[in-house]
């Protein structure tokens, strides 16, 4: 089945349409560092104005490999008691994005739902192929755990929460800093998360061409990121294919109508559902995967971005 082009958003299809006429160079066509640059820019240029906020400063999180950069950000208001905590992780194929790309979208969650937020720059492919930013991504969430109250945040409120190869980081790290009850993880926002790294559901293909998110990139992260075949069927690359979710937390899992990703995402809060934890599942029928970056082009992307921070500030 092909997709529906009269249900996407008539501004979203003009930008698409500008940027094939366009002729500018596919990510996957570039080298890793050239393909990050590209994207930072375009994160840069298709972003709103960000809201304003108290501060933010950027810190280091120690690891048996070195130290994480993170930038946190508080929101602008009289801190009468401790905030929550949202530990952030980028999208990008888990090849690029860094602290600028979604430096406008934390400091919207920041502003918007009252919380201090903590965007993590874990290690990127191919330089450091999988499992290395799953290990971030969980050291990440264990340094947030320890670190919250001197952060001035609430240890019994923090969120793990990213988008596309993000939120893959961020399940992953809820889910097995959860096992056992070895932790209180308040709940994991997932946006368009990349859930099945077999790449096999519908909606790669009914979306695959011309979303801005093909299939040629998908593949060239996903070479980038695996070391080999077999890292398909882990669930830490493709946490759907795990056997038992029921440790993970709560979950805000957001998908978008013309995505490649969207029907694993879906899928991901089923299993969720199925395995008794408690999920809230909203789909943006209009638009595309990457729309939290587009806010300043696209309207309906704003009020998408604007309506997840208030899901999550309602959880919070």
């Known amino acids: 089945m092909q997709a529906d082009n009269a249900d996407l958003d008539p501004q979203l299809a003009e930008l698409l ?27 840069q240029l298709f972003s709103r104005a960000a809201p304003k906020i108290g501060r933010s400063f950027t810190t280091a999180i120690q690891t048996p490999v070195g130290n994480l950069a993170s930038r946190l950000y508080y929101p602008e208001c009289e801190q009468q008691e401790p905030l929550p905590l949202v530990v952030y992780f980028h999208g990008g194929g888990w090849s690029f994005g860094d602290l600028d790309t979604h430096d406008n979208v934390c400091r919207t969650l920041c502003a918007g739902a009252g919380c201090v937020v903590a965007s993590v720059d874990y290690r990127l492919a191919p330089e450091h192929k999988f499992p290395a930013a799953v290990d971030d991504a969980i050291t990440a969430g264990l340094w947030a755990l320890k670190n919250a109250e001197s952060l001035g945040a609430d240890p019994l409120k923090i969120v793990l929460a990213g988008d596309s190869a993000g939120a893959n980081l961020a399940t992953v790290a809820a889910k097995t800093l959860s096992e056992g009850g070895r932790s209180d993880i308040l709940c994991q926002l997932l946006i368009y998360p990349a859930t099945d790294q077999s790449m096999a559901m519908s909606s790669h293909t009914d979306y695959g061409d011309g979303y801005r998110l093909t299939r040629p990139l998908m593949v060239w992260s996903s070479l980038n990121y695996l070391r080999d075949g077999r890292d398909v069927m882990d669930p830490r690359a493709s946490p759907l294919l795990a056997d038992d979710l029921s440790s993970s937390p709560p979950a805000l899992v957001v998908t978008a109508g013309f995505d490649p990703l969207k029907d694993e995402g879906a899928a991901y809060a089923a299993k969720l559902q199925g395995d ?22 696209v309207e309906a992307a704003a009020r998408a971005l604007d309506e997840i921070v208030s899901l999550l500030r309602k959880r919070l």
Request: proline share 4%; glycine share 8%; aromatic share 8%.
């Open 17 to 43: 349409q500008t940027l094939k006429d366009s002729d500018a160079p596919a990510l996957q066509a570039l080298s890793p560092e050239q393909a990050r640059i590209n994207y930072r820019e375009g994160a």
């Open 276 to 297: 008794g934890v408690a999920v809230e599942y909203r789909c943006f029928d209009h638009l595309i995967h990457g729309f939290i970056n587009l806010t300043g082009a």
